[in-house]
């Protein structure tokens, strides 16, 4: 091999646990060009196919369930998808379609937006949903953490409002999107705590243009890396949070988390994989 000619090193395996498709949605434009992507279902795949991204999770709200699912469906083996619901407003049939789409593996996880539809993770209202996903080992991810909505209430989304939930069901998966971002320690010490919780850290930094940004990125790395060594990173998660972060930036930028190999490859890929994957292989 020539002495100039550099060793071209693998990319590291990784699995997207938190992104959305809302390629026709022009606010998601917007910002997706503010981050430099190319913000359509061809740019997604090559997105990740260039960064070795096997499988990215789908964020759906309530009504953009088949449009998750047919984008899946269109694209075998790569996106799994995450259904959705308000448990303020369910119906039989609601149920009925979450249960099948839980039995046949369609979706395999229910997002519920506590902050946005203002109500508590351990609600009554929320119960026959998640009877069906410990019937189906399906998790349930909740929005935690900073709302970009004013009409939300942050109350509802703050991480210690999901130990309530996990001491009532200990058998349910529960998982906190953006580990409660800016209440990092909070959510720490929530899945320190319970064995069956677990954080994306999907939107802890962005590729948007902002006042402080290195700085920012900086202190958040050395946070992650603290809160890590407290509560470990086995239930923790990668995710772009995309289109507000390109999946180059987002593994680079986790990749210069200051911990195990192991550990980086049970946050970029492992977890998820044991979670969401249902037995595939990546």
């Not at 906190?176 to 064995?195: Q, R, S």
């Not at 990668?238 to 990749?255: K, R, V, W």
């Not at 911990?259 to 037995?279: P, Q, S, V, Y």
Request: aromatic share 10%.
């Amino acid at each position: 091999m020539p002495k100039n000619e550099k060793v071209k090193q693998r990319k590291p395996t990784v699995i997207d646990a938190h992104l959305h498709i809302n390629f026709g949605r022009d606010y998601s434009k917007q910002l997706a060009k503010k981050v430099g992507l190319r913000y359509t279902p061809a740019g997604l795949l090559k997105d990740m196919d260039e960064n070795n991204v096997a499988r990215a999770l789908i964020m759906t709200v309530p009504g953009q369930l088949e449009d998750g699912k047919k984008f899946s469906k269109k694209y075998p083996g790569r996106f799994w998808v995450a259904g959705s619901a308000d448990p303020k407003n369910l119906s039989a049939e609601t149920l009925k379609t979450l249960e099948t789409d839980m039995a046949d593996g369609s979706i395999r996880a229910v997002k519920l937006y506590v902050g946005y539809q203002h109500y508590y993770p351990d609600d009554d209202d929320c119960v026959p949903i998640y009877e069906l996903a410990m019937k189906y080992g399906v998790p349930i991810i909740f929005h935690t953490g900073d709302c970009v909505s004013t009409m939300a209430r942050l109350k509802f989304s703050h991480p210690l409002t999901v130990d309530d939930l996990a001491f009532r069901f200990p058998d349910l998966k529960i998982v906190m999107a953006h580990m409660g971002n800016p209440w990092l320690w909070d959510a720490a010490e929530v899945i320190y705590k319970n064995e069956n919780v677990y954080a994306d850290l999907s939107g802890l930094v962005t590729g948007l243009p902002e006042a402080y940004k290195d700085e920012y990125r900086q202190r958040m790395l050395e946070r992650l890396e603290s809160v890590i060594y407290y509560c470990g990173a086995d239930h923790l998660m990668f995710g772009t949070d995309y289109c507000l972060a390109s999946h180059a930036d987002s593994i680079d930028y986790f990749s210069k988390l200051k911990i195990r190999k192991a550990d980086l490859e049970k946050i970029l890929w492992k977890t998820a994989l044991k979670l969401f994957g249902r037995g595939e292989r990546v």
